[in-house]
């Protein structure tokens, strides 16, 4: 009777685990058009029409966030919806199957005279599934290590801090997208972190990364810290905070921390655009609780 019991209790376990995570997922498209503007890369156009294209098939497939709505649920710090750039949606993006962008041009009439304008589009196709609770977390990036410091713009040789808060306990790490490359910042190359390589964070603390003052630095190892550059007259970078309730394991990066000059300028271990969204889209598929947001910001040349 004992190893009925056990075994209906396991059953029943199991069950319930899997249910958990059995969350439908569905194969959508989505289109956006972005006009590019003077102050915009057409890199930075195709990115923002991306962005905008996942929005368009996440609301087809879930319907709209509308900021009145009474139905909102928050528990434990932990909501139900997720958020693209800066838009609330219902859905969660997983993975891109395919991705395709065309360039036209429209003639517009001025007073002037005529105006020639270019339009980017992005068709967009991939997995999505229902937005799951995911912990309501905050962060700024900082050109100081203050909260008041916080900005979104960057002047050449200024330094970059992030502040993180979570409500609830998990798992951090941080990387900066340039170009086709992306550089793991956060945990530090010399932090002690066990075998997942993910550095824990306490609820509600509030941590400012990056920064070697012993007053917030909360982290075992020496603390690396960092400076923006840029050789155009501007560009955007993408920070990705990525978080989760559960441990996860960290994407295979490529080299060892290098040393431009001796004592000064670090170049953290990288991995490639692609491989890094298909970490992402791994993590995303198997770990409910995994929430990866992107920030970005702009770098001036000044």
């Known amino acids: 009777?004992?190893?009925?019991?056990?075994?209906?209790?396991?059953?029943?376990?199991?069950?319930?685990?899997?249910?958990?995570?059995?969350?439908?997922?569905?194969?959508?498209?989505?289109?956006?058009?972005?006009?590019?503007?003077?102050?915009?890369?057409?890199?930075?156009?195709?990115?923002?029409?991306?962005?905008?294209?996942?929005?368009?098939?996440?609301?087809?497939?879930?319907?709209?966030?509308?900021?009145?709505?009474?139905?909102?649920?928050?528990?434990?710090?932990?909501?139900?919806?997720?958020?693209?750039?800066?838009?609330?949606?219902?859905?969660?993006?997983?993975?891109?199957?395919?991705?395709?962008?065309?360039?036209?041009?429209?003639?517009?009439?001025?007073?002037?005279?005529?105006?020639?304008?270019?339009?980017?589009?992005?068709?967009?196709?991939?997995?999505?599934?229902?937005?799951?609770?995911?912990?309501?977390?905050?962060?700024?990036?900082?050109?100081?290590?203050?909260k008041r410091c916080r900005t979104t713009e960057f002047y050449n040789g200024e330094s970059l801090y992030l502040s993180f808060q979570s409500p609830v306990k998990g798992y951090l790490s941080v990387f900066l997208e340039d170009d086709d490359k992306v550089y793991r910042l956060f945990p530090y190359s010399s932090q002690r972190v066990g075998e997942n390589s993910v550095a824990p964070v306490d609820p509600d603390r509030e941590y400012i990364l990056f920064s070697k003052e012993k007053k917030i630095n909360a982290f075992s190892g020496q603390t690396e810290e960092y400076e923006v550059y840029t050789i155009r007259s501007f560009e955007y970078n993408n920070l990705y905070i990525v978080f989760s309730e559960e441990p996860y394991v960290k994407p295979i990066l490529s080299g060892e921390p290098n040393t431009i000059e001796p004592n000064r300028f670090i170049i953290p271990k990288s991995l490639s655009h692609n491989d890094f969204q298909k970490w992402l889209a791994y993590n995303r598929s198997l770990n409910s609780s995994f929430l990866d947001v992107r920030l970005r910001i702009k770098i001036e040349n000044k």
């Open 1 to 146: 009777m004992k190893f009925i019991l056990l075994f209906f209790f396991l059953n029943r376990l199991i069950i319930s685990i899997c249910h958990g995570q059995n969350v439908e997922k569905k194969t959508v498209t989505g289109i956006a058009e972005v006009r590019v503007e003077s102050n915009l890369t057409k890199d930075d156009c195709k990115d923002q029409a991306s962005e905008l294209a996942m929005i368009n098939a996440i609301e087809q497939a879930y319907g709209t966030w509308v900021e009145q709505q009474t139905d909102l649920v928050i528990k434990d710090g932990r909501d139900y919806y997720n958020i693209i750039g800066t838009t609330k949606v219902r859905g969660e993006w997983i993975e891109t199957i395919s991705e395709e962008f065309d360039e036209s041009s429209k003639e517009f009439k001025t007073q002037q005279g005529k105006e020639v304008v270019t339009f980017i589009t992005c068709h967009i196709k991939g997995k999505v599934r229902k937005a799951t609770p995911k912990a309501l977390i905050r962060y700024e990036a900082l050109n100081c290590p203050d």
